[in-house]
């Protein structure tokens, strides 16, 4: 059976059926099942030392493991479950940003992704009958050049298949399913996991652990980590329905809808005509209570009039907390996506930050592995995702706040900024239904001169034959090293410097110039309108010194010392 | 934060202020106050002048 079948969603919906925690349909998404293989260390008894262990085969996890795959590193994820998706419901994360689309590109299965989902750039936000703002990603700038749109919508298990079959495809990971971490002990160097399967318990021992199980991660346990946390009243129910006649593409939120007693509503289309609406409850609503097919039908048809006909995918209630854990890393063991923080949904902030985690920590790994870079770059992880971390956490709690205001001054000033939002263009800023995630700057990273930090888009050029290429493509060839590029015409002295270091340090260097500038002794691309040069953060005579995870790690002018300072910086050999 | 008299005419802004409210319930009162707020808040702009203006607020009940 090919893939894209595998995926498919089942024609004929499942019944809807009560579960004890999180829903009431299964789905009706028919989802791949992967078998249980025994591992060398049940069969044989012996416990095996391993470089990378990774625990949890969601979005994060895979995304790391593919990265890893695709750069040469071998690894062991290890997950509980024998699917993608939560036990086979089909919720979480919906959208996909920029940064991650061009992650995904990266390895391998953006097409997929754009062929699957749904792309949007129109948002709306009402409140009552009125419109109160709307934007168009497609008119802002920021978002135009690069090969990725703004935000592909698409639930999340068919990004955890592609990637699945994307790593199987690469090699070198050994996934092993149906296997559940039990236990874990750090000791000095690595850390023994005991694994719990069908056919029995082993151990495991691995010199770098990477926690990525999620929220119910019982590592922080495990670990001592310590954490932030913030639990509100705030109680939210999703309905996933298909329609008969189709709303359209936009994103729109409402801050007070009429047809759900003044609370806010969501309503967002994903890939296979399926909608998300998202009902704001009253406060600490019972969550079993909101979630029945009466209700949820009473709410949609409120919404979409009486003779609305829709199918019924998925249901669940939520409750959200935001947590931030002080720490990363902790000994051997790494965290990220769920692991490392929890924010509000609001935004696409969750699973859109664990991919990026993961793009940060992997080329991390494999340059410390194979020796391109010192063992401190690995404490990077923790200072740039910490501070992402942090400032996803602080930008959700702001929006939860917006969207459940505290009763007396809070809701006050709410009904000040809607009723000056109609009135005023300065009042939009402040009605705030969730900021999207971004490509979250790095600005006290121990790895990052103060000139870089900031992420390039995947913009296009040209190569010498006037093909077109794009900022992966540099970033795939360079294989894991850093890509130095240097705009504008070089002296001799400087083209012989950017030849040592690209024979002596793990560095791979690339000349842009415009359309008619001569070509020197250097490997060339052309950058006629100057969006590479734009995408770098920097102007004229210059250097951009890019990462694999397409972060600058600096800027500068002249091929110098600092040039081969922030090198040495970028990799932690000094 | 300007701590020195700025208004063009102050008694005839704390008259106009206080006429404003004339009528209204405690409740439109709030209301009117915090879309004062933010409208006047949009004219300083200066976030530096926003905060210390908070905290100056913030003291003068402290005291009291």
């Known amino acids: 059976m090919s893939s894209s079948q595998t995926l498919a969603p089942a024609r004929a919906y499942q019944a809807t059926a009560f579960t004890n925690d999180y829903a009431f349909s299964k789905g009706g998404y028919t989802l791949p099942v992967y078998p249980f293989v025994a591992p060398a260390e049940l069969v044989t008894g012996t416990v095996l030392r391993h470089p990378v262990v990774i ?28 699917s993608v998706g939560v036990k086979g419901a089909s919720s979480r994360g919906i959208c996909y940003t920029q940064k991650s689309l061009e992650i995904f590109q990266r390895l391998g299965i953006y097409e997929r992704i754009a062929a699957k989902g749904v792309q949007w750039s129109v948002g709306r936000t009402f409140a009552g009958h009125d419109e109160v703002y709307a934007f168009d990603l497609r008119q802002q700038s920021s978002f135009q050049l690069s090969e990725q749109p703004p935000f592909i919508n698409i639930q999340q298990f068919y990004i955890e298949g592609f990637l699945v079959e994307r790593i199987q495809e690469l090699g070198g990971i050994d996934l092993r399913w149906s296997s559940r971490v039990t236990d874990f002990e750090q000791h000095d160097g690595f850390g023994t996991l005991t694994v719990d399967t069908p056919e029995g318990s082993y151990r495991i021992e691995a010199d770098t652990v990477i926690d990525a199980s999620g929220s119910h991660t019982p590592f922080h346990e495990w670990c001592g980590a310590t954490k932030q946390a913030r639990r509100g009243d705030d109680r939210w129910c999703i309905a996933d329905v298909r329609f008969s006649n189709l709303p359209p593409t936009e994103r729109h939120t409402w801050i007070e809808a009429p047809f759900n007693d003044n609370r806010a509503v969501w309503q967002h289309l994903m890939a296979d005509d399926v909608w998300r609406i998202d009902y704001q409850m009253e406060p600490d609503a019972d969550p079993a209570l909101v979630s029945s097919e009466t209700e949820v039908r009473k709410r949609l048809h409120r919404q979409f009039g009486p003779d609305v006909e829709c199918e019924i995918v998925w249901v669940g209630p939520y409750a959200y907390r935001s947590q931030c854990l002080d720490n990363l890393h902790l000994g051997g063991v790494f ?34 592995l194979c020796g391109r870079a010192g063992p401190a770059l690995l404490d990077s992880y923790n200072l740039e995702r910490h501070e992402a971390a942090q400032q996803n956490v602080l930008v959700t709690n702001r929006t939860a706040r917006f969207l459940r205001p505290a009763d007396g001054m809070e809701r006050v000033f709410r009904t000040a900024v809607i009723g000056l939002a109609r009135q005023y263009p300065f009042a939009r800023q402040l009605v705030n239904t969730g900021r999207m995630a971004v ?10 001169e103060k000139s870089g930090g900031l992420s390039v888009q995947n913009v296009q050029f040209r190569w010498q034959d006037a093909s077109m290429g794009c900022v992966n493509d540099l970033i795939q060839w360079a294989n894991g090293r850093l890509l130095l590029l240097v705009f504008g015409d070089q002296s001799a002295q400087a083209r012989h410097r950017l030849a040592s270091l690209s024979s002596q340090a793990p560095v791979v260097c690339v000349q842009v110039l415009g359309a008619d500038a001569r070509t020197q002794s250097l490997e060339t691309v052309r950058d006629p309108q100057g969006h590479l040069q734009g995408a770098c953060h920097v102007f004229g005579h210059a250097w951009a010194l890019v990462r694999p995870d397409a972060y600058l790690a600096a800027t500068g002018e002249a091929v110098d010392a600092a040039l081969v300072k922030a090198i040495e910086h970028a990799l932690a050999i000094a | 934060m300007r701590t020195t008299l700025h208004l ?15 009528g209204l319930t405690q409740e439109q009162s709030q209301l009117f106050n915090a879309r004062l707020i933010l409208l006047l808040a949009n004219q300083v702009g200066d976030a530096r002048v926003l905060q210390q203006c908070l905290a100056a607020a913030r003291t003068e009940q402290s005291v009291s």
Request: hydrophobic share 45%.
């Open chain 2, 8 to 22: 063009q005419d102050a008694d005839g802004f704390y008259e106009e202020l206080l006429d404003a409210h004339h």
């Open chain 1, 439 to 448: 490509a979250n700057p790095y600005t006290h990273s121990s790895v990052c």
């Open chain 1, 335 to 368: 965290f990220m996506g769920d692991t490392a923080k929890i924010v509000s949904p609001f935004g696409a902030r969750g699973g859109n930050t664990g991919v990026a985690d993961a793009d940060n920590l992997a080329w991390k790994l494999a340059a410390v």
């Open chain 1, 55 to 82: 625990v949890g085969a969601g979005i994060t996890g895979l995304t790391l493991a593919c990265a890893l795959a695709r750069l040469g590193v071998k690894a062991v994820l290890l997950d509980e479950d024998n």
